[in-house]
């Protein structure tokens, strides 16, 4: 018993939420308007059946036709011929809303960008490439010091080396190659790009990235990632080869 009440509503709001029973109540209450009037006017209960008889339904006729007939096929009309309207009106207007859209970015495609904006969007760029290359030089810290601190929380043993351990007490010489570089990035007024020193070396690709590694793992030179591209910059020890090393390149 106590189920019941729960079923029944179940069961209206089943009912209700068909769309054939929504589009019937909407469309009888359309054509129905004057019940509806009646209803929510001020009269007594006897006065409205009487007002409802004779203005809405006053033959049995009139009952199957606007209580039943209209609505029904007004609400058969809605579910089975409105939608083919409905989807070509909406297809015409997504079309024209595309086509509104398209022309739209074209005028701004083709709209040169201001000095203003211009100058805004340099800035922004600069600004990103320095945050990111200050951050790639903090990580390149971070890990520095990690490396650091490993290597004094675990010495270096004579039976089992470290690897890529540089020995303090004994001076790395580069080779003549390695000499050429340095002295390519010193004559930049700029950071080297990795590329253009690749480029302007007879050497393979291969060699003139393992000399340039050299060169940083032993502090010549410091690699900056900036733009997308690894750029080079000489440190003062890397002078001071260049310089010991007399060598005078022409680029």
Same mark, same amino acid.
């Given at each position: 018993?106590?189920?019941?009440?729960? #079923?029944?509503?179940?069961?209206?709001?089943? =009912?209700?939420?068909? !769309?054939?029973?929504?589009?019937?109540?909407?469309?009888?209450? @359309?054509?129905?308007?004057? *019940?509806? *009037?009646?209803?929510?006017?001020?009269?007594?209960?006897?006065?409205?059946?009487? @007002?409802?008889?004779?203005?809405?339904? !006053?033959?049995?006729?009139?009952?199957?036709?606007?209580?039943? %007939?209209?609505?029904?096929?007004?609400?058969? *009309?809605?579910?089975?011929? /409105?939608?083919?309207?409905?989807?070509? *009106?909406?297809?015409?207007?997504?079309?024209?809303?595309?086509?509104?859209?398209?022309?739209?970015?074209?005028? +701004? #495609?083709?709209?040169?960008?201001?000095?203003?904006?211009?100058?805004?969007?340099?800035?922004?760029?600069?600004?990103? +490439? &320095?945050? /990111?290359?200050? &951050?790639?030089?903090?990580? +390149?810290?971070?890990?520095?010091?990690?490396?650091?601190?490993?290597?004094?929380?675990? $010495? $270096?043993? !004579?039976?089992?080396?470290?690897?890529?351990?540089?020995?303090?007490?004994?001076?790395?010489? $580069?080779?003549?190659?390695?000499?050429?570089? @340095?002295?390519?990035?010193?004559?930049?007024?700029? &950071?080297?790009?990795?590329?253009?020193?690749?480029?302007?070396?007879? #050497?393979?690709?291969?060699?003139?990235?393992? #000399?340039?590694?050299?060169?940083?793992?032993?502090?010549?030179?410091?690699?900056? /990632?900036? %733009? =997308?591209?690894?750029?080079? &910059?000489?440190?003062?020890? %890397?002078?001071?080869?260049?310089?010991?090393?007399?060598?005078?390149?022409?680029?």
């Amino acid at each position: 018993m106590k189920d019941i009440p729960k #079923d029944i509503q179940l069961l209206i709001t089943e =009912r209700l939420s068909s !769309p054939l029973s929504a589009s019937f109540t909407i469309s009888w209450c @359309l054509w129905n308007y004057k *019940v509806l *009037v009646i209803l929510l006017s001020v009269n007594t209960v006897s006065m409205t059946f009487k @007002l409802i008889e004779k203005n809405c339904f !006053p033959t049995t006729a009139s009952i199957l036709i606007n209580g039943i %007939g209209f609505p029904l096929l007004i609400a058969l *009309v809605y579910l089975f011929v /409105y939608p083919y309207p409905a989807k070509f *009106v909406y297809e015409f207007t997504r079309k024209r809303q595309k086509e509104i859209h398209e022309i739209k970015q074209r005028i +701004e #495609d083709e709209t040169p960008l201001t000095l203003e904006e211009s100058r805004a969007i340099r800035a922004a760029l600069r600004s990103q +490439e &320095d945050t /990111y290359s200050n &951050d790639m030089q903090r990580k +390149e810290k971070e890990i520095h010091a990690l490396k650091e601190e490993i290597l004094a929380l675990r $010495p $270096p043993s !004579p039976e089992i080396p470290i690897e890529n351990e540089i020995d303090p007490t004994k001076k790395y010489q $580069p080779n003549s190659e390695q000499i050429k570089l @340095l002295a390519k990035i010193s004559n930049s007024k700029d &950071d080297m790009p990795e590329e253009v020193l690749i480029a302007n070396t007879k #050497d393979t690709r291969t060699k003139v990235l393992f #000399d340039l590694g050299e060169l940083e793992k032993h502090k010549f030179v410091r690699k900056i /990632y900036r %733009g =997308r591209e690894y750029l080079y &910059d000489i440190t003062h020890l %890397g002078r001071t080869c260049v310089v010991e090393n007399a060598v005078d390149l022409v680029l």
